[in-house]
């Protein structure tokens, strides 16, 4: 079974540009969540999505935004892109949604470079 | 505000040596307490998790510790091998589609 893919895995933007991550959910599942990773405050939670909804957001400005396809597939979109926005972002998918086993399958991630 | 304080950051420790990485929660309705790893260019792994029903849970080399009225949970490895040289991370979460929150992450070095 394949596990969660993300493209790109990197990438670098200048300040003001934006970007577009993709990921793609192991087969099946429903849920696909959005992290941020970066060395000072570890992985921080952006948004799930469940059935082309989103059905948690975190604590990010209006610049994250995301969506998912009928298929699964998600995408983030990063908008009028900040230095400080350079980070590991980490896509991860699970069968129903986090409440049920906890379990998080993470793909390897995009790091995104902003100068 | 940080939902999960984890300590210590960075961590050394002798091969066959025992790591130990503690948490702590202020979030009474977290119901289950998930340890994650992760190498270097890899996303995390799901390691071991515990539901508050139980004080211990115990997989191979790797022991969770929980104690529901101090709300602090810990990860024991035991043994330790330099394969286990890694970042390690605490997360939790409270049922009905509520995302799982982690904590700042420990990188674990075990040295020969």
């Known amino acids: 079974k394949a596990g969660v893919t993300q493209t790109p895995r990197y990438l670098i933007k200048t300040r003001g540009q934006q970007v577009t991550l993709s990921c793609s959910p192991i087969?099946?599942?429903?849920?696909v969540s959005w992290y941020q990773q970066t060395p000072g405050q570890g992985l921080q939670f952006l948004f799930e999505?469940?059935?082309?909804?989103?059905?948690n957001k975190g604590n990010f400005p209006g610049r994250f935004s995301g969506r998912q396809f009928s298929n699964s597939r998600s995408e983030m979109n990063v908008s009028t892109l900040e230095l400080g926005d350079s980070a590991l972002y980490l896509c991860?998918?699970?069968?129903?949604?986090?409440?049920?086993?906890?379990?998080?399958?993470f793909g390897e991630g995009s790091r995104l470079t902003v100068l | 505000q940080q939902q999960v304080k984890q300590s210590p950051q960075s961590l050394i420790v002798q091969k066959g040596g025992i790591s130990i990485i503690n948490c702590a929660y202020e979030?009474?309705?977290?119901?289950?307490f998930p340890w994650y790893q992760q190498f270097p260019g890899k996303g995390p792994a799901l390691l071991i998790a515990?539901?508050?029903?139980?004080s211990e849970k115990k997989e191979g080399r790797f022991t969770i510790s929980f104690n529901k009225s101090a709300k602090q949970f810990s990860l024991h490895i035991m043994d330790s091998q330099p394969g286990d040289s890694a970042t390690y991370f605490c997360?939790?979460?409270?049922?009905?589609?509520?995302?799982?929150?982690f904590g700042k992450g420990t990188r674990l070095s075990v040295i020969a």
């Open positions: 991860a998918s699970s069968s129903q949604g986090t409440h049920d086993t906890g379990e998080l399958f």
């Open positions: 087969s099946g599942h429903r849920s």
């Open positions: 999505y469940f059935s082309e909804t989103q059905r």
């Open positions: 979030n009474t309705a977290f119901d289950y």
């Open positions: 515990i539901r508050p029903d139980v």
């Open positions: 997360a939790a979460m409270s049922s009905g589609n509520t995302p799982l929150v």
